[in-house]
């Protein structure tokens, strides 16, 4: 699945996270957003761990963003919380490598391929400024 409830409720907490300028805690933002608070902890400790969230620790501690929304990709984003890059599909991304030994003879692979390979640039040059421009 390309996009997953983890990669929507991460985009959804850096919306609201890029319209603050002071660190929100995790339990504030699950209020606002109305998601389980130890799923998003998890999700902004992904995001902070991949140097997209800047984390703060104490009784004003929470999240902020790292960088400007124009510098956050998609693509960051969802390869932080799901930790590998979003796939279109369950496959090797080479011929060579598929786990199966069928890809010689797979007629759908260079097409899977192609579209995989299109979605990727999308998302690496969609950012949160276009997500924020959209609201």
């Not at 960051?76 to 796939?87: L, N, T, Y």
């Not at 097409?111 to 390979?117: A, D, E, V």
Request: glycine share 6%; net charge negative; with cysteine.
């Amino acid at each position: 699945m390309l996009i997953t409830r983890a990669s929507e409720y991460a985009i959804l907490s850096l919306i609201v996270l890029s319209k603050t300028k002071l660190p929100m805690d995790s339990e504030t933002l699950s209020r606002e957003l109305s998601i389980s608070k130890s799923f998003l902890a998890k999700i902004l400790q992904s995001l902070a761990k991949s140097n997209i969230l800047k984390s703060y620790k104490g009784v004003n501690g929470g999240f902020i963003l790292e960088d400007e929304p124009s510098n956050i990709s998609m693509l960051q984003i969802m390869s932080s919380v799901e930790g590998k890059a979003p796939a279109v599909f369950d496959c090797a991304s080479s011929l060579g490598d598929c786990p199966s030994d069928k890809g010689s003879i797979c007629t759908i692979w260079p097409f899977l391929n192609k579209l995989q390979g299109k979605i990727d640039s999308f998302l690496a040059e969609l950012t949160l400024a276009d997500i924020l421009e959209e609201e």
